[in-house]
């Protein structure tokens, strides 16, 4: 976000704040005079206050800059967090789809349809809002808004945290879906559904901590092995002297020079088992530190995700019921849709076989109701079946699907599942 | 990946049992959280809480982001002296620990400094730390606090050392770090063996004598960035003796992986150094006020014979010898106290009538030489006057007299409480012209304001100096700072202020430039002062001790200069400022 989006989206805060509060203000050009009534001025310790958005303003005629960290953005930061940790509310109502609205969203594949009528309905569902915390060095946090169906937990993907709402005035008897298990249990679903919605992320970051991780243990496995190197390499050397010394030792022409080349030969090999002796107490230390130091830079390179839970709503919304019949000259079957007036959705029908949504709809011979690429035809008897009523059976000439039916009819040597 | 949870069950509780909100708050409330975060959104989250307690400078700023997530928290803090690597640190600790990245810290410094780095990290960072052993009642043992400050001398040996080690820290900080140049010393191997996560290494000077010692604090924050020592001098050393760089670009480019140094000259565009004028006073004494000193002079020296001999509580005898001395040196009203004290608690008749004599001729001095020299500092002056005494007595006869003169006055001392020195700081700011302060706890508060410093009594330990003058010559102090110095003439601190302190020119030198000189010897100064002030045949024997003191500190920060110019040299040509 540039600067001047984040003052105008500050403005924009502070404004609404001011306006629910109900605070007197007064706008003078770039600035504010806020007058706070009764309580108010207790959290603000004071009365009235000339605020403005630029330091220019400020330093010219003293009000007081509104910038990240402010005290007064501070004091009204914190006095929304005192509010609305736990909220209820209805979305607003609304003019129920029409059939031909619903009808014109469907694509129907090899049936016809009848729309028998709308039924409206009382629904329930628990939203929660999640703060994403990244316990790593350079991961923001993020804040995510969770709806869940009250009855069959399932995220509630068209419910979005704007969609206009009224105060609903709460109830005498509590709803009977707002219970403590079931607002756990929507809890459960709705942390799932974070992990699900965050799972790129997750994926991108072990990522690129795995890529450093591996760089850095790679320095350390390379000073290490260089460190053992070059003590080996010390003591190779060593040894190269001492042949050496010893060729000249066989070819020595005076006892003078015998008794030098005999002395460093001594010294040499003295060297030689000084170092022989200290090398493996020196690899067993450096071995230590490189361990150490591995599990440290692994301990570095964990990342925590704390998933918080800031906020509950529940909600309550009117949704129509659709019924409509899907019939062809093998079958029927029927269809429940739900719209939500005040978005004008319609939720999709789902694929019985592979729970997708979906408006292209097929009728299976045994009356289910699938997707385009859910259902096949009958290589025998012709008809249309969604893919779980068909069977693979072998063939002279290759796979082929039959129905249960013609399954069960074919001759022994079509059988092959 | 591993994943935390909050627990959700006083939200449903509250949830279930209605007691829910207004829905308009709920917008409000998430564009509130919304707006937190991206606030915090630059790279650091906690710039915006400290600005209302610290002023922070940009190289500090940009130097805490690059080692925050360039060096991933592990490097070599190496800006010039006074240019705010404490704060740099507190910065990243605060960081870590706000995005729970730290939980257990650990700061390695001298012992001078322990103290120093507990009320700047309470101060300006709010982190409450513990300082490990006797001087703090707090102590409970290394592994009992997650806040833990050690001089680095306690923390290297024994059964302290094994006990450090065994905790995973998540993250350590070492002060003046050169100390840990050598890689066969104790203290470099100590901190080589610590587990920390993260590790801060603070020195102005990173190299004092050669480049090994370069080579070894970098292996330290992060172990083979330079190869091995070997493959390092094959590609950086050009001479035996390790002074001179060989291929001085690349060794800029690995250095900047591990290592930021800012520059004075890089902060000049909006940190201005200001100079320090020191003003010495040395005031006639009246003729009682000579007669008394020699008398109790003459007393505390029989009594430091006496505690020579002492067996088991030889050294806090002395102690309280030196505090005595030092009370006589601040001020007549100290001394009474201290006089009274003694008598309470003298055992000796012989002892008790010569303090009660003593007592008696104290309080027939009605008025301090040194009082009418500050009241004449204070009618000239006419600005703001921050005056600082050792002791409480000395300070509430200066609030006396002050008042009697109606002169506006303000009092600090570690006595009061938090709100209290709170509202100490806002009168001093507001209306009064002159804070008396004690030496306790005003680190970390806004002074700038005030430029003119009265030491009514002169710290024996140059440290402590250096701590009263910080308070107001720091970054922010846009005019030259006036340190007005009064002593009576012929008295310990005159040959002290004259001799020791004007010599080393101890008014111009920061704390790091006292470290440097110092080091732990600043611990054991007041003791050798005061040891020869008892032990001195007569003045000129003191005076010629004081003299070679002031020899040897001379020879020291002649040393010390020539390590920072070494240094210096080195760094050059080298850009590793974290400003660009």
Redesign the interface.
Known sequence: MDAQAATDRRKEFLRSYLHLIRADVVEQGEALDITFLGEQSKIFRKQNVKVCFSTELSARYGYELVHAGSKLLESIYQDCLNHADVVIYRLKGGEPLSANEILNVLRLDNCKTEFEGSFPHTKYAYAFIFQILYNSEDIASQILWVPVDAETFEPLTWLTLGTPFEESIPARSRPRLLTTERANTAYKAAVACVKDMLDPDFRRIELDVQAHLAEELGRIHRYYSRLKEEEKHRLDELERQLKEVEEKLKRHKTPDTFQKYQEEKRRLQGKIDELKSELGSYFERIDDLAQKEREREQRKHQITCEINLISICFIHYEAHRHRILLFNEHSQGTLDLYSIPVTRNLNLPRCLVCKKETNVLSLCANSHIACGNCRLTCAKCGKTFCLSCLKQTKTKSGAKYVCLHCFQKGGPANRRS | ??????D?SP??????S????????????????????????EDLLV???L??KIQLMPHQIKAAIKV??VM??RAILADEVGLGKTVEAGILVKENVC???AKKVLILTPASLTAQWKDEMSAKFSEEFVIAGDCDDRYEGADRHDRLIVSIDMAKRGLTSERLKAI?WDMVVVDEAHRLKNRASLAHQFV??L????LLLLTATPVQNDLSELYNLINLV????L??W??FKGSYVKDRNARVVANPSKLQKTLSRAMVRSRRIETEAYLKFTKRYPVTHRTDSTLEEQILYNKVTQFIRRQYFKALEEEGSRESLIFSLMTLQRQLASSTAALVKALQNKIDSSTEPQETLELSRLLNEALDIKYDSKMKELLTIIEETRSKILIFTAFLETQKEIARVLSAHNIPTSLFSGSLTLEEKEEALKRFREDAQVLVSTEAGSEGKNLQFCNILVNYDMPWNPMRVEQRIGRIHRIGQDKDVYIHNLVNQDTIEDYMLTVLYDKIELFELTIGDLELILGDEVEYLERKIFDSYMTAEDLEAFKNDLGVITDQTLGKKATAEEIQEFDRRVFENFDLTPLR
Not at chain 2, 1 to 6: D, H, T, V
Not at chain 2, 222 to 225: A, D, I, T, Y
């Open positions: 990946m591993n994943f935390a949870y909050s959700p939200l449903i509780k509250k949830l279930v209605r007691r829910w909100d207004s829905p308009h708050w709920l917008q409000l409330r998430l564009e509130a959280h919304r707006l937190m975060i991206a606030d915090r959104e710039i915006e809480q600005k209302d925050k997530n991933k928290s995005r729970g990245l995973p080589r063996e587990p920390a996560k993260y992060r172990p083979g960035l190869g091995t070997n493959s």
